[in-house]
Structures are given as C-alpha cells and as structure tokens.
C-alpha cells in the first residue's frame, strides 16, 4: 500500500490515452505522466527496477513495445512488429463530432483513403455497432471477420467508412439507430468528399 500507483486515463472526447500516478490513500490528486494520442496497453513492471514495457498503438502505428521509466518522460520502441505494412495504402482515421435528432452530442469514426483529396468523390460504407469513438486509436488489423467488416481493406481501396455511435433508447433500437446513424451521415457529406450516390450501408 506504500507503493505508488499507476493509474490508466483515457479522456473520453478526445480520445487521448495515458497514465497518471497517485497513492494508495488517494488523499492527493492524480498526477499525470502521460497523456498522447495512442492507444497504450499491456504495461507491466521489472519487479527489481523501476522500469516498464507498455504497447502503443494507433489506427497506423501496430501495437509494438516501447520501454520507459516510471516517469513516462522516455519511450523507446524496442520492436518492429509489422515492417510489411510500409508498402500499403492504410489510409487515415479522424474523429467526426455532431448531433444525433434528438440535439444529443455523438461522435464517429471517419477512415480516409490514404492522399484523401476532398474535391474527389469517394464511396462511403457506413457501419454501425453500438459505440465505437473510444476505439480511434485502435489498430485494426486487415483480418476477416464474420460480423464486422475489415476496414483497412476498403480504405485501401479509396473506400470512405465511416462508423458512428449510436445511442440507444431502451426497447427503441431501430429509431435510435436512425436518429443516430442519419445526422452522422449527414455531418459526413457536409465535409465534402463523398459520393453520395455510391454510399454502402450495413
């Protein structure tokens, strides 16, 4: 209990991912090490040394190993885990913020074919499931699924896919999802770059 703790902290509208230290009393404020635009995961400590092991990634950038201190000032990355993803057009992903019918503040997910140009017109998929935003610093690797669609694929592709939350009404999941779904697509289209007559929905 005299040990110092760490503490993992994700700021959820910006989606920021990190780590704060405090003590076992909580008698005093979080104070914070890092806070980024990753995803961190799998930290673990040397038990004879103050140093760690922590995986970062983001929708680009595989989760591979990086090592630190317990001040979180240094990361070194200490892999290479995914060296043959250089040569492929993996495209981008940004946060899309906007208001579902009733006037409720959501936010969506925007993956962009790599040299994204907005003049152009490109053809949107839309797939939707429950709440996705806190997974914008996620690596998504270009696996099958049988109930998701692979969306590095279709990125690579020069497919948009854009992927909104959804905020369900108890006993109302097909109104809720249309009251959610429609303004995100919406908000989409008024960014430009879209072919509206080519849209995908799942």
């Not at 003590?23 to 979080?30: A, I, L, M, R």
């Not at 610093?137 to 990125?155: D, E, K, L, M, Q």
């Amino acid at each position: 209990p005299k040990e110092p703790l760490i503490l993992s902290a994700f700021n959820e509208v910006n989606k920021d991912n990190g780590f704060f230290t405090s003590t076992y009393e909580g008698k005093s404020v979080p104070k914070q090490l890092l806070m980024s635009s990753h995803r961190y995961l799998g930290l673990r400590k040397a038990e004879e040394a103050n140093q760690v092991i922590v995986r970062r990634s983001t929708y680009q950038e595989n989760p591979d190993i990086y090592l630190a201190d317990l001040t979180f000032k240094t990361l070194t990355k200490a892999s290479n885990l995914n060296p043959q993803q250089a040569g492929i057009k993996w495209g981008s992903v940004e946060l899309v913020s906007y208001l579902a019918n009733d006037g409720t503040p959501l936010q969506g997910l925007l993956f962009k074919p790599e040299g994204f140009d907005v003049t152009k017109k490109y053809p949107m998929m839309v797939y939707f499931y429950e709440r996705n935003s806190e997974t914008l610093h996620n690596y998504r690797a270009p696996a099958p699924s049988r109930s998701t669609i692979n969306i590095p694929y279709f990125v690579s592709n020069d497919y948009l896919v854009f992927v909104p939350d959804i905020k369900y009404e108890l006993g109302l999941p097909g109104p809720s999802a249309y009251d959610c779904i429609i303004p995100g697509v919406q908000a989409v289209i008024a960014k430009g770059g879209v072919d509206t007559e080519n849209k995908i929905g799942r």
